[in-house]
């Protein structure tokens, strides 16, 4: 099977052209046309999930956030982008990613998000061109106030800490969120009338929040994993043949102990 069948699965539910300027979706290494058995699936590409592929023999890489942003000057195997690239070459590895098209449509990173907390009416934050765009914002099926709202969150998303802003006992019922990095959008949230808004990357500051408004920072990998799940579903469901694998190790490239 030629890498482009499997590709094309994934751009027809999050099509290619909805990422970022300045993203670099789409394949890091390797051709559409190379034949390929099977994929082994993770948020990030790291030297760990490589390996891991390379122990497996898949010859195909699928990830969230992109192997490779910006220019390569040298690929040097005793740097961690080096070792990747050199190893994925070396063991002919097709490097796949898809970042922000899958942050962009309904049922993608934020979609997942808002289907943990089982919001209702759940529509895009910040809507593009399109029908595609950053976040959604939904309504929670009862409110609740800020406090017992964020244990929810804690359980939903399995935290083992939440950083938020002070809780003042407001009454949380419509609910923004943006899966990864998105304090860009916080005046987005506001604006669409969210009582709280969860994301991840959230700065110092930032929590200084405007009076009945709720802020949660969940963390970056916590907002997304559930789109790895989703790409394997995807394939399953198209190519129920084709060998796909979910990485078995922790991807959070943030640890804490």
């Given at each position: 099977?030629?890498?482009?069948?499997?590709?094309?699965?994934?751009?027809?539910?999050?099509?290619l052209?909805?990422?970022?300027?300045?993203d670099?979706?789409?394949?890091?290494?390797?051709?559409?046309?190379?034949?390929?058995?099977?994929?082994?699936?993770?948020?990030?590409?790291?030297?760990?999930?490589?390996?891991?592929?390379?122990?497996?023999?898949?010859?195909?890489?699928?990830?969230?956030?992109?192997?490779?942003?910006?220019?390569?000057?040298?690929?040097?195997?005793?740097?961690?982008?080096g070792?990747?690239?050199?190893?994925?070459?070396?063991?002919?590895?097709?490097?796949?990613?898809?970042?922000?098209?899958?942050?962009?449509?309904?049922?993608?990173?934020?979609?997942?998000?808002?289907?943990r907390?089982?919001?209702?009416?759940?529509?895009?934050?910040?809507?593009?061109?399109s029908?595609?765009?950053?976040?959604?914002?939904?309504?929670?099926?009862?409110?609740?106030?800020?406090?017992?709202?964020?244990?929810?969150?804690?359980?939903?998303f399995?935290?083992?800490?939440?950083?938020?802003?002070?809780?003042?006992?407001?009454?949380?019922?419509?609910?923004?969120?943006?899966?990864?990095?998105?304090?860009?959008?916080?005046?987005?949230?506001?604006?669409?009338?969210?009582?709280?808004y969860?994301?991840g990357?959230?700065?110092?500051?930032?929590?200084?929040?405007?009076?009945?408004?709720?802020l949660?920072?969940?963390?970056?990998?916590?907002?997304?994993?559930?789109?790895?799940?989703?790409?394997?579903?995807?394939?399953?469901?198209k190519?129920?043949?084709?060998?796909?694998?979910?990485?078995?190790e922790?991807n959070?490239?943030?640890?804490?102990?």
């Open positions: 099977m030629k890498a482009k069948e499997i590709t094309s699965i994934i751009e027809e539910f999050a099509p052209q909805f990422q970022e300027r300045w670099n979706s789409g394949y890091c290494i390797g051709s559409p046309e190379q034949e390929v058995h099977s994929a082994l699936i993770g948020l990030d590409c790291t030297p760990e999930l490589v390996d891991e592929a390379i122990r497996c023999g898949a010859d195909m890489i699928i990830t969230h956030h992109p192997l490779i942003f910006g220019g390569v000057a040298k690929i040097n195997p005793e740097t961690n982008l070792y990747m690239i050199y190893k994925a070459i070396r063991h002919g590895i097709v490097v796949y990613s898809c970042h922000t098209n899958m942050d962009k449509v309904l049922d993608g990173v934020s979609g997942l998000m808002a289907s907390l089982a919001l209702e009416d759940v529509a895009i934050l910040d809507k593009g061109d029908d595609e765009g950053l976040g959604v914002v939904g309504t929670l099926p009862s409110p609740m106030l800020d406090e017992e709202f964020a244990k929810v969150v804690k359980e939903r399995s935290l083992k800490c939440l950083r938020c802003s002070r809780p003042a006992g407001r009454v949380i019922s419509k609910v923004a969120l943006c899966g990864g990095a998105g304090k860009s959008l916080v005046s987005k949230a506001v604006a669409a009338g969210a009582d709280a969860i994301t990357d959230v700065s110092y500051h930032d929590f200084l929040t405007e009076k009945g408004f709720f949660m920072d969940i963390g970056h990998y916590e907002g997304e994993i559930d789109i790895v799940r989703k790409i394997s579903d995807l394939l399953k469901e190519i129920p043949t084709f060998a796909v694998r979910l990485i078995t922790n959070n490239l943030v640890h804490y102990i």
